[in-house]
């Protein structure tokens, strides 16, 4: 194999990068990058980078780190289609790339608000470094933040607008924060936390209209009611970004289809990230997650097709939050309706949620307590299943139990 093109500008584009040359990959390796930015850290993008107006956007490699090991970088010219039987590759600016193995780290895409409109001066979604400078300057302007969304995105840029000083208003449609991600029990946590912060929460709100005038909202009706807006955030989800990929014809369901080894539906062409949908061995079933962890270790087992070594993926998914004081961590995933037991922190505030299946552990979810999610990311890769009492008990550390 020599050509190796790759689609992406995120974690799982630069992780694959890294570990083919840090293999000793002795191919070409094209980075094409829709964005005009090298690949950059994008956790911080809705927290750190947004409390310091001098905030630089953060390399996850610098420059030098390619071009040294002679990959061929790209960028602001973003790949337009795929002719599977030449194995090419057309940019927009015309530009077509030959490959021998093309790869697709498209990610995702902002969720829009149904029929509001597109070019609303103070209406933002979060997705990438220019969302990010747009709403830095835009929280510096607006007295008041009102924020549609309880998950991750959306609790993060409200916790650190609450920290800047704004009003902060979220609205969640769903009965509790973080419905689809965590325990009732860390949802509750999360939301007295972000209350005793001073942020105003509406659970169970019904969006139902924007309404804008010369071009920015002034209000939103939520159940009925209408509330003014200053500065309108919208985090209410993602969608893989499989434009690409459809057009191509391979098989997408909720993300672009790859078995265990990243191959998609068509010889040659391979898939990692968040746009993907995979098969997830402790379950049995197929999944799609959006995580810096997954998308480097899905990079990394490509490599080692790549290079040479089938190991197929079967990561321990692990995921984190910041939300200004609060930290939640969690390891592992948490089928419905699994059996849950608290183990107190070493602090005030801190604890972890562990999650039984079948009486085995399965997931546990950290709040201010980091040392308890390092130690359980090792008990459930291991597939350890020391004794409740034990587990439960503050005063044994996780870690004696490995």
């Known amino acids: 194999m020599q050509k190796v093109v790759i689609v992406g500008g995120g974690h799982a584009a630069a992780q694959l990068c890294a570990s083919l040359i840090e293999g000793g990959f002795p191919g070409s390796v094209t980075l094409v990058c829709e964005e005009a930015s090298l690949p950059y850290h994008r956790p911080p993008l809705s927290k750190t980078y947004l409390k310091d107006p001098d905030a630089p956007v953060q390399l996850l490699r610098p420059e030098a780190a390619y071009a040294d090991a002679g990959v061929q970088i790209l960028l602001a010219d973003p790949a337009v289609g795929i002719d599977r039987d030449a194995r090419r590759l057309t940019l927009a600016s015309g530009k077509q790339l030959d490959y021998d193995a093309l790869v697709l780290a498209t990610g995702t895409r902002a969720r829009r608000l149904p029929d509001a409109p597109e070019d609303l001066q103070n209406l933002i979604y979060l997705r990438n470094a220019g969302d990010a400078a747009r709403l830095r300057a835009a929280i510096a302007a607006s007295p008041s933040v009102t924020v549609v969304g309880g998950g991750f995105i959306g609790l993060e840029i409200a916790a650190t607008a609450g920290a800047l000083g704004r009003t902060v208003t979220v609205f969640e449609s ?229």
């Open 174 to 402: 769903a009965p509790r924060l973080l419905s689809r991600s965590v325990s009732p029990e860390a949802s509750g946590h999360v939301a007295r936390v972000l209350h005793e912060s001073g942020v105003a929460l509406h659970l169970s709100s019904d969006l139902q209209q924007v309404r804008a005038e010369d071009g920015r909202v002034r209000s939103i009706v939520v159940n009925g009611e209408e509330h003014p807006v200053d500065l309108l955030v919208a985090g209410i989800g993602a969608v893989p970004e499989t434009a690409l990929a459809q057009a191509a014809g391979l098989e997408c369901v909720n993300g672009i289809v790859v078995d265990a080894l990243m191959q998609t539906s068509a010889p040659g062409i391979y898939a990692i990230g968040d746009c993907t949908s995979f098969p997830y061995a402790r379950w049995g079933k197929t999944l799609r997650l959006e995580s810096v962890q997954n998308a480097n270790d899905q990079a990394r087992t490509l490599a080692g097709v790549l290079l040479g070594t089938k190991t197929p993926y079967h990561s321990l998914p692990w995921f984190w939050s910041d939300q200004g004081a609060l930290r939640l961590q969690i390891a592992g995933l948490a089928p419905p309706d699994t059996e849950r037991l608290l183990r107190p922190g070493a602090k005030p505030g801190s604890f972890s949620i562990l999650h039984f299946a079948d009486g085995h552990l399965v997931c546990v979810e950290s709040i201010n307590a980091p040392m308890d999610h390092l130690a359980a990311r090792k008990l459930l890769e291991l597939g350890l299943n020391p004794p409740r009492e034990a587990l439960t008990d503050p005063a044994v550390p996780l870690k004696s139990h490995y």
